[in-house]
């Protein structure tokens, strides 16, 4: 716990250094608020000091909310300074960043600044009003929270966007312990975090008899792929078909597919290595010879429904060197928890590089199930810097992306996990699917964004890759 100032901007520069490594430090958060009539509680329209005390304990609930879960409580203020006045009319910006988690208590500073203020000038309209080109910091303060250990939900629930605002912006500035910003950074609301949608289009086990819209031809797998890149798709997961609709991993079909797909559009084009249950790891690695820019390496064997989906561990390392070689970067399907750490062990021994890409599929019945505690939990095993994503089979594949994007993952969906839009309406397609999970992701405020933004996130170096061999 702090205790003095001078501490307080130690540790705020110690920790500032580290920050990267401490869960929560850093986090910043900024609520905007009009002071009205009825806050003004002395003479001359002034707003009590309190008044700032109340912000500064709003701004340490959503604080603790996005770090544990939990709203916590507020149990001291170390320091406090009232530095200007506030009155009626003034807007103010209260802003608190985290310096210090312990086991159980947060330290904290805050800042509230007026930003905009009534012209209270004898020739002027008693509405005329500025907004104020430097802010006026009008109090600042330095505290301790507490979540008991029994109310901080696991995983932290602290979104990349916000972890990753920049030093500049969460710095503590001398000489006080406190966040002014730097002049025109505008500091607080985070940058809406970068969400990648994946659409599996084809798949290998869902039918014509199972659903008519499901691609087939090269032609109609392009045109697919161009209606999801429209709805928010930036990488498309592809197996291809032969004529008659049999799941193949022949090497023609897929560059067949992937120019197809590069006439129409920019996605990524990441090629299945899984293939179809029972295929051998020759006829699985067809595909890389397009070269493809990812591909799946698939993690583990499990049950798949009623047969069983082989990935033994030379399997894997088969695969992941071939996919290295093709120059693809692997997507590391996990359909088990153990499937994590098996993808860390590939890492640890040199066959699979940074950064890491996670796709976690849920709800395979003989896999993982598709629930909330099992993703927290499948969250909170991936390494620093790893990115992750959700699919999820049949119904779940809504619920489960929709929680992995809250909890700020990447998702997946399309008719390869779920041929339904809703219960008993078919999806014509995967583009209404990547539509809707779009529509979700702008609701919560993620950025969907386009491919080549997403190259740069799994770290794609080279744009597009020709599907000549
Ligand atoms: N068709 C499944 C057996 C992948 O594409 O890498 C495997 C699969 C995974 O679809
Ligand atoms: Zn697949």
Not at 183 to 191: I, M, N, Q, S
Not at 307 to 315: A, Q, Y
Not at 408 to 418: C, L, S
């Amino acid at each position: 716990m702090q205790t003095s100032y001078e501490g307080a901007v130690d540790d705020a520069q110690r920790l500032g250094s580290c920050r990267a490594m401490t869960i929560g430090v850093g986090l910043t958060v900024t609520l905007r608020l009009r002071m009205g009539s009825h806050d003004a509680h002395y003479a001359g329209e002034l707003v009590d000091g309190a008044k700032m005390l109340a912000l500064f304990g709003d701004v340490a609930t959503e604080l603790l909310i996005r770090l544990d879960g939990d709203e916590g409580l507020f149990r001291a203020y170390e320091a406090v300074e009232f530095l200007a006045p506030v009155l009626a009319g003034d807007f103010i910006e209260a802003t608190g960043v985290i310096t210090k988690v312990g086991a159980t208590s947060r330290a904290m500073a805050f800042e509230a600044r007026k930003v905009v203020q009534n012209c209270r000038t004898p020739n002027t309209a008693a509405s005329a009003a500025d907004a104020l080109a430097s802010p006026i910091v009008v109090c600042r303060a330095v505290g301790t929270c507490v979540v008991p250990r029994d109310l901080q939900r696991k995983p932290r629930l602290v979104l990349p966007a916000l972890t990753g605002q920049s030093d500049t912006v969460a710095r503590l500035s001398e000489p006080r312990p406190i966040i002014t910003p730097p002049p025109r950074v505008a500091l607080v609301t985070p940058p809406p975090s970068d969400l990648i949608l994946t659409a599996a289009i084809v798949g290998a086990e869902v039918t014509r008899k199972d659903t008519p819209h499901l691609p087939i031809t090269a032609q109609e797998i392009a045109d697919e792929a161009a209606r999801c890149r429209e709805a928010g798709a930036s990488v498309i997961h592809l197996h291809v078909r032969t004529p008659d609709g049999a799941p193949s991993q022949s090497s023609d079909l897929f560059r067949a597919a992937i120019e197809a797909i590069q006439k129409k559009t920019d996605v990524i084009v990441q090629t299945s290595t899984g293939g179809a249950v029972g295929m051998s790891v020759d006829e699985r690695a067809g595909p890389l010879a397009c070269k493809p820019e990812m591909a799946t390496l698939n993690c583990g064997t499990i049950n798949f429904g009623d047969e069983v989906f082989e990935n033994s561990r030379p399997l894997i390392r088969d695969l992941a060197v071939r996919i290295r070689a093709a120059g693809s970067i692997p997507e590391l399907e996990c359909y088990e928890a153990g499937h994590v750490d098996e993808a860390l062990s590939l890492l640890q021994e040199g066959a699979i590089g940074t950064p890491l890409h996670f796709q976690f599929v849920l709800g395979v019945r003989g896999g993982i199930a598709a629930r909330e505690d099992v993703l927290r939990f499948l969250v909170s095993l991936v390494p620093e810097g790893a990115t992750w994503g959700v699919a999820a089979v049949g119904r779940h594949q809504r619920p489960m992306t929709e929680l992995g994007m809250t909890l700020g993952g990447h998702a997946r969906v399309g008719i390869e996990d779920n041929i339904f839009l809703e219960k008993g309406v078919l999806a014509e397609g995967s583009a209404p699917l990547v539509a809707r999970a779009a529509a979700f992701a702008k609701q919560i405020g993620r950025e969907v964004v386009a491919p080549d933004r997403a190259r740069t996130l799994l770290g794609i170096r080279s744009n597009r890759v020709s599907a000549q061999a």
